[in-house]
T-cell receptor, first 108, second 113 residues
Framework: AQRVTQPEKLLSVFKGAPVELKCNYS??????LFWYVQYSRQRLQLLLR??SRESIKGFTADLNKGETSFHLKKPFAQEEDSAMYYC??????????FGAGTRLFVKA | DGGITQSPKYLFRKEGQNVTLSCEQN?????MYWYRQDPGQGLRLIYY???????QKGDIAEGYSVSREKKESFPLTVTSAQKNPTAFYLC????????????FGQGTRLTVV
């Protein structure tokens, strides 16, 4: 069955420290993977997608098909990165399933 | 101002009553979705629609109904058959491709009293 797993409900790091939000997926087809972010009092929005191979706000994510992972990384966390992060899997067509989310808290 | 609008922001319902949540988009997207967001469970798909007059059940469709009479609109009705309706509901829209970004509304918080 298709599934997205984010093992950490809460991740707390100090400002300037590296951060890695984990995401593992289960899908037999060719995956399309995304990271969405929800800042306080803002709507859920796309952060980045694997196909673009982009760095957004200093975040990057690499698709590892062998480990079926799509971890989100940033070398130096900032306080404004505090938010809820969702990993998402686009299935064939346009249906998307989401993980349970990880709340990132960056301490000053 | 392009985007996706949900209304109302907060909604209270008595047990046994049906209630309809509104979702409108002016992004000219063909696909629209309804998700339910519960703490610790992420977003779960209720219904989705790829085209006008067509929609499909998601993972937790029981107790919900939708319609798609216009491309811009995808209202969700929470019926009295939904056993645990108190939740935060998110509507989204996208183009119909696997790599398409989903655009979300601000959400509606439904509370059954």
């Amino acid at each position: 069955a298709q599934r997205v797993t984010q093992p950490e409900k809460l991740l707390s790091v100090f400002k300037g420290a590296p951060v890695e939000l984990k995401c593992n997926y289960s899908y037999s087809g060719s995956p399309e993977l995304f990271w969405y972010v929800q800042y306080s009092r803002q709507r859920l929005q796309l952060l980045l997608r694997h196909i673009s191979r982009e760095s957004i706000k200093g975040f990057t994510a690499d698709l590892n098909k062998g480990e079926t992972s799509f971890h989100l990384k940033k070398p130096f966390a900032q306080e404004e990165d505090s938010a809820m992060y969702y990993c998402a899997l686009g299935l064939g067509g346009f249906k998307t399933i989401f993980g349970a989310g990880t709340r990132l808290f960056v301490k000053a | 101002d392009g985007g996706i609008t949900q209304s109302p922001k907060y909604l209270f319902r008595k047990e046994g009553q049906n209630v309809t949540l509104s979702c409108e988009q002016n992004l000219n997207h063909d696909a629209m979705y309804w998700y339910r967001q519960d703490p610790g469970q992420g977003l779960r798909l209720i219904y989705y629609s790829q085209i006008v007059n067509d929609f499909q059940k998601g993972d937790i469709a029981e107790g919900y109904s939708v319609s798609r009479e216009k491309k811009e609109s995808f209202p969700l009705t929470v019926t009295s058959a939904q056993k645990n309706p108190t939740a935060f509901y998110l509507c989204a829209s996208s183009r119909v491709t696997a790599t398409a970004e989903a655009f979300f509304g601000q959400g509606t918080r439904l509370t059954v009293v």
